[in-house]
């Protein structure tokens, strides 16, 4: 068997070709955008035009702050290092690059219940129990579940006591609609491998009335406030990739088709699968889906075999199939969370894909299910 089916966009999105194209005539541009002369300027050029790219994917307003930076992780870390507040409200599901951020700041974690939202009558009892000078961090999308967070009531509630919202955006863009304007948040990080864009490119969106404090201080880069010299031919890839993922939203309707018929199909051959969080709003391209009494690194190593390629929830912690902290947050059962893997489809997924999936899974269901019984 030599096809390979990739059902890991939510790890990294395969590279879009007229991302790669961008980011190849980039590259040939010999300048650094804070030269003077001519390759400078040409250089400083391509830069504002992705700025003005990514900042219209998401409808940020025209004074809205767009900071590059190295990834998605480096923008939570600024989002969060750089606000200057002394406290932090962090959803009990986000990705670890958002608590990693904390460091040096008090942390309270907001409960989630089983679906993995937000509870935001104990959201308001932080507040009431010592709410000032806070920064919420909440993200849109989560990257093992697609679990959508209701972010717009929850910036609105948080603007109440005065806290700074910082939205984690890593996830939704180009999944669904993510509009920072009607969200009302005061921070959104964005990544460009998760869009088709390049890998090692990201972006921090903040209002103009956000303070920020450089992290890499360097040569005063970005407004001051991530010093390095700019990725120019990653940051055209982000631009490039960031106006097709909004143009080709549309094709969702038809990713969605693919794994909602991808789930009941294993829940017609399998009734003891499980899939997370079924029925809350969740992104239309993930589906994670438990086993029943196959772990989850047992079906991950079984499917590779088969030409699969997909995770067992975050891809930061895949390679090490650990239980996920999510679904321990979202109280899954333990039997339930180790057998349970991230399906995650994207803009090169197809039909085929599906029905080889499908095939491999249940070949391996029935497997260990004749087993159990000769057993
Ligand atoms: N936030 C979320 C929700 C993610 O899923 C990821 C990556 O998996 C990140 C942040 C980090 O992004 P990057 O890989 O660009 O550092």
């Not at 923008?75 to 409200?89: E, I, V």
């Not at 956000?210 to 001051?224: D, S």
């Not at 406030?225 to 097709?244: C, D, H, K, M, Y």
Request: net charge negative; glycine share 10%.
């Amino acid at each position: 068997m030599n096809q390979t089916v990739y059902m890991d966009h939510n790890a990294t999105s395969p590279t879009r070709p007229q991302a790669v194209d961008a980011v190849m005539r980039a590259m040939k541009v010999n300048g650094n955008p804070s030269s003077v002369h001519s390759q400078g300027r040409k250089a400083r050029r391509l830069v504002e035009d992705a700025r003005e790219q990514v900042r219209a994917a998401v409808n940020a307003a025209k004074s809205a702050q767009i900071v590059f930076t190295s990834c998605g992780t480096e923008a939570n870390t600024l989002a969060l290092q750089g606000c200057d507040r002394a406290k932090a409200f962090i959803g009990a599901t986000e990705h670890p690059s958002v608590l990693g951020a904390c460091g040096a700041f008090e942390i309270e974690r907001i409960l989630v219940d089983g679906n993995g939202l937000i509870d935001p009558f104990k959201l308001e009892e932080m507040f009431a129990g010592g709410g000032d000078d806070v920064i919420v961090s909440v993200m849109l999308a989560n990257n093992e579940t697609g679990v959508l967070q209701q972010v717009e009531g929850i910036a609105r509630m948080a603007h109440r006591y005065d806290a700074l919202v910082h939205c984690d955006a890593v996830q939704a863009l180009g999944k669904v609609d993510v509009d920072f304007t009607t969200l009302g948040v005061d921070m959104m990080s964005l990544s460009a491998h998760k869009i088709g864009g390049p890998l090692g490119i990201g972006a921090l969106i903040a209002t103009k009335d956000v303070k920020l404090t450089a992290i890499n201080r360097g040569g005063g880069q970005e407004n001051g406030v991530r010093g390095g010299t700019e990725n120019v031919p990653g940051i055209v890839g982000f631009g490039v990739a960031a106006e097709l993922a909004k143009a080709e939203l549309t094709d969702m309707a038809r990713v969605q088709d693919l794994r909602d018929r991808l789930e009941s199909r294993l829940l017609h051959i399998a009734p003891d699968a499980t899939v997370i969080a079924s029925m809350a709003d969740r992104l239309p391209n993930t589906s994670f889906i438990s086993m029943a009494g196959v772990d989850a690194e047992t079906q991950i190593m079984a499917l590779d075999l088969a030409g699969i390629c997909l995770s067992a929830g975050s891809a930061c912690a895949s390679g090490k199939t650990k239980t996920s902290v999510v679904l321990n947050a979202m109280g899954v059962p333990q039997d339930v969370a180790q057998c349970a893997v991230r399906v995650s489809l994207g803009h090169t997924s197809t039909e085929d894909d599906i029905e080889h999936f499908i095939s491999a899974w249940c070949d391996l269901y029935q497997r260990k299910h004749a087993a159990k019984s000769a057993a």
